[in-house]
């Protein structure tokens, strides 16, 4: 009698953990469950940018738009720059008063859009064109050649400027002040690499 007494007593003991392990393992699948709804799978869709007469755009930036700057060429070996976005398509932007070479590289949440041309003289130098396309050179620091390699969305441009057989110097330029020259910067030369919308520039200085 003892014996069964014993067993009785511990049948309800056993009831319960089997409720706890079924618990356990239900608020388990429930939690994976949400989690597996809540997480989005990985899904790509690729898109060829091509223009309507199928030249080949080569990008070089794009904004939080999914507006895409880059360049093509077209008959005759003309390099034009190309703005393509999801509703537009590709947009023939021309070719920046007919420079040797346009190199697009970059387009900001605003539209504009800044990169180099080369004229005839194979002399480089920054611009800026506003979405109303309007075209702004910006000027080359020092008689030189200056580059781009970034721009925010106030458009403040960032570079480099590289006189006549001297080293670069990171550079900054807006439409209504102009460049400026920011030094080497403690080093030999030294090159703006990126800007955000506080105006700080990231880059770097290098000492032969």
Not at 99 to 104: C, D, E, M, S, Y
Not at 135 to 153: F, M
């Amino acid at each position: 009698m003892a014996q069964t007494k014993r067993e009785d007593d511990a049948a309800p003991v056993r009831r319960w953990r089997l409720w706890i392990v079924v618990g356990g393992v239900a608020v388990l699948a429930l939690v994976a469950a949400v989690w597996c709804w809540s997480t989005p799978g990985v899904r790509c869709r690729v898109t060829f940018l091509t223009t309507p007469d199928g030249v080949r755009i080569a990008p070089y930036g794009i904004n939080e738009a999914g507006q895409v700057i880059g360049s093509g060429e077209v008959a005759g070996g003309e390099r034009r720059i190309f703005l393509w976005d999801p509703e537009h398509g590709a947009q023939d932007l021309g070719s920046f008063d007919a420079p040797k070479r346009v190199v697009p590289l970059v387009v900001n949440d605003v539209g504009q859009i800044a990169g180099a041309v080369w004229d005839a003289n194979s002399v480089c130098q920054a611009f800026l064109r506003d979405p109303d396309g309007a075209e702004h050179l910006l000027g080359r620091l020092g008689g030189g050649e200056s580059q781009v390699y970034a721009l925010n969305n106030r458009g403040q441009v960032a570079g480099c400027s590289k006189a006549s057989g001297g080293n670069s110097r990171a550079a900054l330029w807006t439409v209504s002040a102009g460049g400026t020259d920011l030094g080497p910067l403690g080093g030999d030369q030294s090159m703006a690499c990126s800007i955000n919308d506080l105006g700080q520039i990231a880059g770097f200085a290098q000492a032969f």
